[in-house]
């Protein structure tokens, strides 16, 4: 019986074999004619371009599907279908086609290398973006011991292999140093990119161990672009002078320092400027490569090379607190879908394996495999022992460590681009860097599977996977809108308590009369912002004491020049806010939503928090304390379990209690039956679970006998300090979240807080009725 999935792959090689002989003509024909009719068709040289592009997309992204259906890195498809269109199979079958297509005149051959090095740089950008310098404090020292002992032993066993190599490998015998240095960075450094990617496969991400190998990459990976600038310096030199060296090394620590400074709050402050101030599409992804296109030009000169800059670029963008998921994915998908594939195959296109049949250049190339993978494991291994890991730990970590992947073939490449490495060492790395790769992911995930998890890594993993699960830790960035009232005030406070925990960027628009008043008719901005950071500070004292982690200070920006309309908060909303929490007095007119406060959320379509004031309370808000009740309706739903999130966010800086209250109408005359009172039991247990995570004492009840609104306000009025529900906004042009939310807060005498979680999605489904009821 033949397996589907073979099925599918061979159907996808068949495709990519067809596409290059349905190509290969229409390319030729386009060679072959005059200058003045190609000129006028628009010109062969870009059809020639076109068909580049078109087959190394076509053959990279399909050989990377089939790598990744077989649990590969997609990326080494990419780079092995390049291999395959270059001189290693497409030129050895069909040499007229091949040189045709990949045309070695200088003028054609420019264009495509112009995308494949900018393409360098995407990646380099991409590759600091995803670089996690929080991880590697997080987990400690035994990083930097695997990380030191598993750089030095590799570059020392491929910088004494460059000395030995015969001339006929190296363009200029007489800078086997320079030589030596590329090489022993390519054999030291390990590809973040794919460590994560089989870690993550492996579900080992929260796992100590797991941790530990992706931090020690991560400083490798700097490590090695650090050396690569140094040594770009070098070669620029020609020589190695010890004054040109000690001041390269001197301007790359400047280099740095700068950036993890004044760079850093510039990166930030462009990021957030773009982001609130430009209404255009994209305008934060141009921002985000003007800023990686100036840092690579700073490193350009001062005579190192442009990758450094941009890697260094990436790790600032990606720690800026205003950069959204979708943001991230917009720039992940353009570096995806085109210049990986064209980067990756113009390399494996470098690469020409037919040298390999030459018996002394094939032995060479087993040698350097074995040297690499030896030394690489032997680093690592010896770092990991030397940090205090076991036996089964220290061979997880070298079996890790020992993936190059795109990382080398950039180094490489790089070597190539400066004539300091041959094409046929060039094709011996690469080798070396493929087959290494290849061999990592079912070593790392036999060496992975024999470990045991302890107790206490358990208990840390299974209050992170309630994380993946939760509401506020998936909370990017706040939107607070607030008046100077108590309950406006109190709102800003709770903001605080909710975006404390994580430096979560907030935005403060104060309303006053309708509109947002300037600064020098009022100091209610002023007063609310106040309280947001004294609600984060003490939110973020918590989290400190409680997780032993930084916490980044939140970045709160008061506007002031806008009026609260509909349009104008959905402008605001347009930047990227995962909540809209509201704060107004007077926000309720006999049992309805005043017409202020429906205009003003209608413009956001995103989860949006409602602070009311309790129809009978006294218009004072309460002080949250140790010992303070908070009361949350749960249900079994996911908006209420979100509710409940909320609630334990606000409850943990003030160690306060929070009592879950299920709710649920028995029918008249039914008793419950046993099924359903383990539903109820289990939601509970979900909520208690979540509460352990959070640190925060809590109270179950079961009220199945009288209606919810009467359960919540007969549990409300034995002392709550506020009520969070968990509410489902209702379709219509008011706000309406249905009878039990106006019931409760019709009998409060406490603030209620609605949590409408689900409105985003409940928009999108009023979309598709809308489209399928109209034949669109």
């Keep these: 019986m033949i397996h589907p999935l073979a099925t599918r792959s061979h159907g996808t090689a068949a495709a990519l074999s067809l596409a290059i002989v349905a190509l290969a003509p229409?390319?030729?024909?386009?060679?072959?004619?005059?200058?003045?009719?190609?000129?006028?068709?628009?010109?062969?040289?870009?059809?020639?371009?076109?068909?580049?592009?078109?087959l190394l997309l076509l053959v990279g992204r399909g050989l990377g599907e089939?790598?990744?259906?077989?649990?590969?890195?997609?990326?080494?498809?990419?780079?092995?279908?390049?291999?395959?269109?270059?001189?290693s199979l497409f030129g050895w079958l069909w040499p007229g086609a091949q040189h045709l297509i990949f045309s070695t005149d200088p003028a054609q051959k420019s264009m495509i290398d112009a995308v494949s090095q900018l393409g360098i740089l995407l990646l380099l950008l991409l590759t600091g973006m995803e670089t996690d310098l929080r991880l590697v404090r997080r987990v400690g020292?035994?990083?930097?011991?695997?990380?030191?002992?598993?750089?030095?032993l590799p570059f020392a066993c491929g910088f004494a292999l460059a000395q030995v190599l015969p001339d006929s490998l190296l363009p200029e015998p007489s800078e086997r140093i320079v030589a030596g240095l590329f090489l022993g960075t390519a054999l030291s450094i390990s590809s973040v990119k794919i460590v994560a990617m089989v870690v993550r496969d492996m579900n080992f991400m929260r796992r100590n161990l797991g941790q530990i190998i992706v931090s020690s990459a991560i400083i490798e990976d700097t490590i090695g672009w650090l050396i690569i600038a140094v040594t770009f310096g070098i070669a620029t030199n020609g020589s190695l002078q010890v004054l040109p060296l000690v001041l390269?090394?001197?301007?790359?620590?400047?280099?740095?320092?700068?950036?993890?400074?004044?760079?850093?709050?510039?990166?930030?402050?462009?990021?957030?400027?773009?982001?609130?101030?430009?209404?255009?599409?994209?305008?934060?992804?141009?921002?985000?490569?003007i800023i990686m296109g100036v840092m690579a030009?700073?490193?350009?000169?001062?005579?190192?090379?442009?990758?450094?800059?941009?890697?260094?670029?990436?790790?600032?963008?990606?720690?800026?607190?205003?950069?959204?998921?979708?943001i991230e994915g917009q720039l992940r998908g353009v570096i995806t879908a085109l210049f990986m594939p064209v980067f990756f195959g113009m390399a494996g296109l470098s690469a020409?394996?037919?040298v390999l049949a030459d018996p002394t250049l094939a032995l060479l190339t087993l040698a350097l495999v074995a040297i690499a993978s030896i030394g690489k494991f032997s680093g690592a291994f010896l770092g990991g022992r030397l940090a205090g890991m076991s036996l089964k730990e220290s061979t997880a970590v070298g079996s890790a460590m020992n993936a190059r992947g795109s990382t080398e073939v950039i180094v490489a490449s790089i070597g190539l681009s400066m004539n300091i490495l041959s094409h046929n060492l060039f094709t011996m790395i690469v080798t070396m860097a493929?087959?290494?790769?290849?061999?990592?992911?079912?070593?790392?995930?036999?060496?992975?599977?024999?470990?045991?998890?302890?107790?206490?890594e358990k208990q840390r993993v299974d209050r992170e996977?309630?994380?993946?699960?939760?509401?506020?830790?998936?909370?990017?960035?706040?939107?607070?809108?607030?008046?100077?009232?108590?309950?406006?005030?109190?709102?800003a406070y709770l903001a605080g308590l909710v975006g404390g925990g994580s430096g979560m960027p907030t935005t403060l628009l104060h309303l006053e009369d309708g509109k947002l008043p300037g600064p020098a008719r009022d100091k209610g901005p002023e007063r609310a912002s106040k309280q947001v950071k004294r609600g984060a500070a003490r939110s973020a004292k918590a989290v400190r004491k409680a997780e032993d982690t930084p916490v980044d200070k939140v970045h709160l920006t008061a506007r002031t020049e806008l009026e609260a309309t509909a349009e104008t908060i959905a402008a605001e909303a347009r930047k990227g806010y995962g909540l809209l929490l509201v704060g107004l007095d007077n926000a309720l007119a006999e049992g309805a939503f005043s017409g202020t406060l429906n205009a003003i959320t209608s413009g956001f379509d995103g989860p949006l928090c409602l602070v009311l004031n309790g129809a009978k309370a006294d218009g004072k808000m309460p002080m949250l304390r140790a010992g303070a009740t908070i009361l949350v309706p749960v249900n079994g739903t996911e908006v209420a379990r979100r509710a409940a999130d909320f609630a334990l966010a606000l409850a943990r800086p003030h160690r306060a209690r929070v009592k879950v209250l299920y709710v649920s109408q028995a029918r008249k005359g039914s008793r419950p039956s046993s099924v359903s009172h383990r539903r109820e039991e289990a939601v509970l247990k979900d909520v208690a679970d979540l509460a352990d995570r959070y640190g925060v004492a809590v109270e179950t009840a079961i009220r199945t006998r009288a209606t919810p609104d009467k359960a919540i306000a007969r549990e409300a009025a034995k002392g709550a300090a506020m009520v969070v529900m968990g509410v489902t906004q209702r379709p219509g042009d008011e706000l309406f979240f249905g009878d039990t939310a106006s019931a409760v807060l019709a009998a409060a005498a406490c603030p209620v807080v609605l949590l409408a979680s689900d409105r985003v999605r409940r928009t999108e489904a009023a979309a598709e009725e809308a489209a399928a009821e109209t034949g669109a």
Excluded at 33 to 54: K, R, Y
Excluded at 141 to 152: D, E, K, L, N, R
Excluded at 255 to 278: A, Q, Y
Aim: charged share 15%; with cysteine; hydrophobic share 50%.
């Design 297 to 326: 030009l700073i490193t350009n000169l001062i005579g190192v090379h442009t990758v450094l800059g941009a890697f260094v670029a990436g790790i600032l963008v990606g720690e800026s607190p205003i950069l959204s998921d979708h």
């Design 352 to 354: 020409d394996l037919t």
């Design 248 to 289: 390269t090394v001197a301007e790359v620590a400047l280099f740095m320092v700068f950036s993890f400074t004044i760079g850093r709050r510039l990166v930030f402050t462009l990021i957030r400027w773009s982001n609130d101030s430009f209404r255009s599409e994209y305008a934060v992804i141009t921002v985000i490569l």
């Design 26 to 54: 229409a390319s030729q024909a386009l060679a072959a004619q005059p200058a003045g009719h190609a000129s006028g068709m628009g010109g062969s040289a870009e059809g020639l371009f076109v068909a580049e592009i078109v």
């Design 141 to 152: 020292a035994a990083c930097f011991s695997i990380s030191i002992t598993g750089v030095v």
């Design 434 to 456: 493929v087959i290494t790769t290849l061999a990592m992911p079912p070593m790392l995930r036999w060496a992975l599977g024999r470990l045991p998890v302890g107790d206490v």
């Design 465 to 491: 996977l309630l994380d993946e699960r939760g509401f506020v830790s998936k909370l990017e960035r706040l939107l607070l809108l607030v008046d100077d009232s108590p309950v406006g005030k109190f709102t």
């Design 66 to 87: 089939i790598f990744q259906r077989y649990r590969q890195p997609a990326i080494m498809g990419q780079l092995i279908g390049g291999i395959l269109l270059g001189p």
